[in-house]
């Protein structure tokens, strides 16, 4: 199974008509490899981040051949 960053849910199909959720749902899986580079570089600089996330983040972007800098903050 592929690498997730959260874990799964579910989300609520609406009605097209009105606009209004129905009984029905689909699930919405967070894959590490579906997440957009810049959804990832904001968890990655997230205080609150757990370091086992940030490794599988760091791992992610190192496979999309991204050079990962760090700097440190001023002010």
Same mark, same amino acid.
């Not at 199909?13 to 009105?18: A, F, L, M, R």
């Given at each position: 199974m592929p690498t997730k960053l959260r874990p799964s849910g579910k !989300? +609520?199909?609406?009605?097209?008509?009105?606009?209004?959720?129905?009984? !029905? +749902?689909?699930?919405e899986h967070y894959y590490i490899k579906g997440i957009s580079q810049t959804e990832l570089f904001e968890e990655l600089n997230k205080h609150n981040t757990k370091p086992k996330v940030k490794v599988k983040i760091r791992k992610e972007l190192v496979r999309r051949g991204i050079t990962i800098v760090k700097r440190t903050q001023h002010g």
């Open positions: !989300r +609520w199909i609406k009605n097209p008509d009105t606009g209004r959720s129905t009984n !029905r +749902w689909e699930p």
